[in-house]
């Protein structure tokens, strides 16, 4: 599904993305319109604009994204801000391309975002990777309140999925930690995914986070 409140822009990705074979279930072109189609279509890639008329980019995503974490969400942005891209991430976008990417980049974007590659224009996967740090070194408000008593214990991961997840925080994508361990890219997606359930975490964002809290990405 692809949402931009620019008619030709939006139609012209529409087009791209199901000449490369796509199936663009929907389009919008304001974030109320957004969201209810996207209820109604359940796409599992969002191409995302930020900046949208009714309701912004960042609160689209925040809602569908929270009904249904399954959903991967790529933003497709003018914008170059450190802050928006930090702030599409944390409302729970796997991705952050620049318009000026070229048609193949979009492609290549859209089709690793749909098997959960994150995907960072160049130079802004570092930045991401590097709020995930300094999120992990604030105080965790439950443990300052005294709360470490009441916390369940963490769940037991086997020594793969340590080890998928160790790679995550480093920032690597599952093709490159499936190239690093030897295994096959479906089998790191299912690692990733029984992480998150056995977690009770929603995307990879909260994954990378758990993991640098645990030092896991200095190990």
Known sequence: MVVDDHPMWRDAVARDL??????VVATAGDGEQAVRRAQAAAPDVLVLDLNLPAK??????????????????LVLSASGEHADVLEAVKS???????KSASTEELIDAVRRTAVGDPVFTPGLAG??????????????????AGAEADRPRAPQ???RETEVLRLVAKGLSYKQIAERLVISHRTVQNHVQNTLGKLQLHNRVELVRYAIERGLDEA
């Open 18 to 23: 199901a000449e490369s074979g796509f199936d």
């Open 127 to 144: 930045l991401v990777l590097g709020e995930y740090r300094r999120l992990a070194s604030e105080p965790d408000p439950a443990l300052a």
């Open 56 to 73: 912004p980019g960042v609160q689209v995503c925040k809602e569908l994204v929270g009904a249904n974490p399954a959903l991967r969400v």
């Open 92 to 98: 729970g976008a796997t991705g952050y391309l620049l």
């Open 157 to 159: 991961l086997t020594e």
